[in-house]
Nanobody
Framework: QVQLKESGGGLVQAGGSLGLSCAVS????????MGWFRRAPGKEREFVAA????????YYAESVKGRFTIYRDNAQNTVYLRMNSLEPEDTGVYYC????????????????WGQGTRVTVST
């Protein structure tokens, strides 16, 4: 059973940077496409970024394109999200998940989400 554990969130001023990590246990990490999602206060969880199993192709939501970078280390069973030029609108709880491409969008596969990691961007 795949388990997901996110870390690295915190409080940062607008324009600052943060790096998130997601450690994955169980399953076969190096065969999974992985994604990051976030839930802003009072909103539905939304897709942020995805990366193919080998790290060669990445995808981003329009709102983070050019500011966020997703990458992975298959030897460490970990996927990362580097966030630069943070904006208050980036505030939320960030989650990772195994993902698949479905109907031109990225969908999470693991039903049991991790606890997420909270990112707060102040003005």
């Amino acid at each position: 059973q795949v388990q997901l554990k996110e870390s690295g969130g915190g409080l940062v001023q607008a324009g600052g940077s943060l790096g998130l990590s997601c450690a994955v246990s169980g399953g076969t990490f190096d065969s999974y496409a992985m994604g990051w999602f976030r839930r802003a206060p009072g909103k539905e969880r939304e897709f942020v970024a995805a990366i193919t199993w080998n790290g060669e192709i990445t995808y981003y939501a329009e709102s983070v394109k050019g500011r966020f970078t997703i990458y992975r280390d298959n030897a460490q069973n970990t996927v990362y999200l580097r966030m630069n030029s943070l904006e208050p609108e980036d505030t939320g709880v960030y989650y990772c998940n195994v993902v698949g491409r479905r109907d031109n969008s990225w969908s999470p596969y693991v039903e049991e989400w991790g606890q997420g990691t909270r990112v707060t961007v102040s003005t």
